[in-house]
């Protein structure tokens, strides 16, 4: 099988769109489902994200609808011929954004719908006519029913994250979707897994389907280095930052298992010299969506998520995911750390570990089929960044008596004291992004995060498993 693009002999503006993308051959599930995809089979693909399989579907897709192409004002000229439908808005937008760059030569129009947005623009769009229609289920259908859309002369229909959407409780508003879906059309599903309940859906609504698999489920990329570091609540944030100056990283994914979580994370290592921004489920659509964009933008060093959040994010050239806390569901464990390594390119996937997660670790190596070795690091002693914020006000002589004895070290001349700790007030205030910034791990050395490093005392993280290789 040849992974030449040129192979495909597709229509020049797509071709032409390829070629703007840079791409050099195709993919592995590219290969495998675009001649399929082009023969107008229904697909069932299983193949994890960062693979390439938004192009795997959507350029076949639009080479079929190149017979439809025209520049007529009409709507009527232009109804939807396909639906993409995804189970989140961050997903929605960025395959729809990947599908605009994909048809951008061409006279097909492709839009996307999602909830927590006004209707009124989507309605506006929607009735000008578009060829590609990328939407959510539940907003799509709200379109359905105010008629702003019609669906008799779809073609094709793409199932992306199939598994996600079953997940999330999608289920009886896709049955409801393709129920107003011509019976003669194309259906291509894919999912991260072929779950029992992914089959019978595939059983119902697709016909004679040709199977593609081209990683295992829950596979794990093999371009992405997998560390574990054993680290107790208080030496997490510590550790994460410790890897990050280590290895120079410049932009990370950084997982947590709760809202919460994320937001206190977010303004952690905001004090701490990074510019991070968190993305969960209490953020308003407009400001995920913008916490996206100034990450793509390289305006923000770290984002901070929760996995419903993140689902799927494509965002290139991510070198590093990191798991603040082990994910509750090993599949999920799969998903974050697809986030890096994506279209072959090398990543790193840390996860630290607490002494309660000795069963999620076990879990998430029985799911990707690996031994996992907990490592311990050493780790400097923290400087308090409230304490450092305390030293813009004369201290008390009690003060620094106390200083000295909180850290065991005699008093130093000249040398600046700390209060004692007491329940951080930063988080009783509102979210504030800061204003300026060096990054954190600058190259020059001026950006050293703040509270992550103290060159000297150093203390050995107790091993909270056994040694490494006992797993
Ligand atoms: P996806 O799995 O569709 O989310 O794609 C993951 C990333 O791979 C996206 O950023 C694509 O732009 C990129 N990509 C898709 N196909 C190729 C290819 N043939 N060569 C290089 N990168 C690709």
């Not at 199939?162 to 393709?178: E, K, S, V």
């Not at 879906?181 to 897994?193: D, I, N, Q």
């Not at 390594?341 to 090398?346: K, L, V």
């Not at 309660?356 to 907990?374: G, Q």
Request: aromatic share 6%.
């Amino acid at each position: 099988m040849t992974s030449s693009f040129s192979s495909l002999l597709l229509a020049e503006p797509l071709a032409r769109a390829v070629a703007d993308m840079g791409y050099e051959s195709m993919t592995p599930i590219q290969a495998q489902a675009i001649p399929v995809v082009l023969t107008g089979k229904d697909v069932m693909g299983a193949a994890q994200t960062g693979t390439g399989k938004t192009a795997a579907f959507s350029l076949p897709l639009l080479q079929r609808l190149m017979r439809h192409e025209n520049s007529s004002a009409s709507p009527a000229r232009h109804p939807v011929r396909a639906l993409v439908l995804l189970p989140t808005r961050e997903l929605a937008d960025q395959v729809a954004q990947q599908i605009a760059l994909y048809a951008k030569h061409t006279k097909l129009r492709s839009m996307v719908v999602f909830g927590g947005m006004d209707m009124k623009p989507q309605t506006l769009e929607l009735k000008k006519g578009v060829e590609v229609l990328v939407a959510t289920p539940g907003r799509l259908l709200d379109h359905i029913e105010a008629r702003n859309v019609v669906l008799n002369q779809v073609e094709y229909v793409v199932l992306d994250e199939a598994d996600r959407m079953l997940d999330i409780g999608f289920l009886p508003d896709l049955q409801r979707i393709l129920g107003h879906l011509p019976k003669t059309r194309t259906t291509l599903l894919f999912s991260a897994t072929f779950s029992p309940e992914i089959k019978r859906l595939a059983g119902s609504y697709l016909q004679d389907p040709v199977t593609i698999e081209v990683a295992r489920p829950n596979e794990t990329a093999s371009t992405v280095e997998q560390r574990f570091i054993a680290a107790n609540d208080d030496d997490k944030r510590r550790a994460i930052c410790a890897v990050l100056k280590e290895r120079g990283i410049r932009q990370a994914f950084i997982f947590s298992n709760s809202k919460l979580g994320c937001a206190r994370l977010t303004r952690a290592l905001e004090r701490d010299g990074y510019r991070a921004t968190a993305l969960h489920g209490d953020k308003s659509q407009d400001e995920r969506l913008k916490a996206l964009d100034a990450f793509k933008q390289g305006e923000m060093d770290l984002l901070v998520c929760t996995d419903v959040a993140a689902r799927g994010l494509d965002i290139k050239d991510v070198p590093a995911v990191f798991n603040y806390d082990v994910p509750f569901n090993a599949e999920d464990y799969v998903h974050r750390i697809g986030r890096t390594g994506r279209a072959g390119a090398t990543g790193l996937a840390v996860t630290m570990v607490g002494n309660s997660d000795t069963k999620l670790v076990a879990d998430i190596e029985k799911l990707i089929k690996k031994k996992i070795n907990v490592e311990t690091l050493q780790l400097a002693e923290p400087r308090r960044m409230r304490e450092r914020e305390s030293y813009r006000e004369a201290p008390g002589r009690e003060e620094v008596q106390r200083s000295a004895s909180v850290h065991g070290t005699r008093p130093v001349r000249g040398a600046r004291p700390v209060r004692s700790a007491s329940a951080d007030p930063f988080f009783d205030k509102p979210y504030q992004a800061r204003e300026s910034h060096v990054p954190a791990w600058d190259a020059s050395g001026q950006g050293t995060p703040k509270a992550a490093f103290n060159a000297k005392a150093k203390r050995k993280i107790a091993a909270l498993f056994k040694p490494a290789g006992s797993f």
